[in-house]
């Protein structure tokens, strides 16, 4: 088989900056070793997220300059319309900001004290918007989507036994809806297969609870579905998605992810009753009802996107793309949660750096020599991000220690990754070395976002 290629050619470029080891090494102490607080010029390849980082086509540029700004009834809402619906099916269609503003809307509407809403794994302002509204969230991944070593083709998928014996304890009067995120982003990028979506919906059908799907990255999923679920090899990724929406009742989307754009997202769905309200609310916290928080040529942007995603070349690149930096790094002994997910690969801090405790953060030791060593910006996604304290002040860390390398879509070439496998694999050869950090100060929420580290003595 010939090298799979970057599906598109390049029109306008972005020079990236370049510094020394020794600037980078007096930005990261300016930055209290905390590379949320780097300034992005300083940062030669970024992969802190794939969120609304991605490089948009030449058509979605032409469609920002032929955007339509009316404050009602906007040409490019309309076209934005047409293409979510086609896309889901679902009779409702409502643009919002992004996809928080979804979830925050939705939320509200079904939410509250004494409600428990099941996810495979909720996304962190998933959680924060159920749990805000006075729900209560509850995460049912499978046994295997657990184990970061296990090969397995759908680790994203629901607990389906486990939903049943929620149901059971906590009543279908208490669970308004049950969501399923695709792919599952905090369970490491991976798909959740059709089978799982089906049996789902076939379970909450008879206690009359509707599916919504968190459907940002709906077409790397379908992806996935076409490559390793049988009987789908022959579909096409449109066909699946609009297979994986038939099962939905609904769908809250962040298009900065699988619609290609900086900026929006959308709440879909069937139900009228609820749509209504949803559309009240939107007026009240985001805008009126054909543009939402968006501007006609964000509508515009997103339409285009939705329909240059499901283009099979470019599916086969990105997830090719990924699995390729996935397979250097195991290649090279380094230990990551595999198999690779669709938008990112995640380091395993804890078989990395063994020889650092949670409480010396290994994934953040990571995180800053892969800046310092080549200039390349990741997360941390362990006791940094979800630790707790206990009564007596000790820290309680999550069960895995990662570092999630995210990739922006159309964004990095082959020569980029090849940089960012050698910068990873140079970094492991001198793994004992790694020193451990404390946080000498820090927020009493999303701590991550602003804490302050200093280095452990070695
Ligand atoms: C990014 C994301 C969200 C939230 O979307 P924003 O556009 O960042 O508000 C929700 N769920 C998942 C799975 C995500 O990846």
Known sequence: MKTIIEPFKIKSVEPIHFTTEAEREKILEEAFFNPFLIRADDVLIDLLTDSGTSAMSAKQWAGILDGDEAYAGSRSYFRFEKAVRSLTGF???????????AEKILFTLVGGKGKIIPNNTHFDTTRANV????????????DEGKKPDLIADFKGNMNVPALKALIDRVGPQNIPLCMITITNNSGGGQPVSMANIRDTKALLRQYNIPLFLDACRFAENAFFIKKREPGYATKSAAEIAHEMFSYADGCTMSAKKDAFVNMGGFLALNNDALAANARNLLIVTEGFTTYGGLAGRDLEAIAQGLEEILDEHYLTYRIRSVEYLGQKLVGGGVPIVEPPGGHAIYLDAKRFAPHLRPDQYPGQA????????GGIRSVEIGSVMFGKYDASGKLVSPPMELVRLAIPRRVYTQSHIDYVIEVVLDVYARRTRLRGYRIIEEAPVLRHFTAKFAVLPS
Request: charged share 25%.
């Open 91 to 101: 009779k409702h269609i409502i643009p919002t900001h992004q996809g928080r503003a």
């Open 131 to 142: 749990e805000f509204s006075g729900a209560e969230g509850v995460d049912l991944p499978t």
């Open 366 to 373: 990571i995180v800053c020599e892969l800046y310092r060593a």
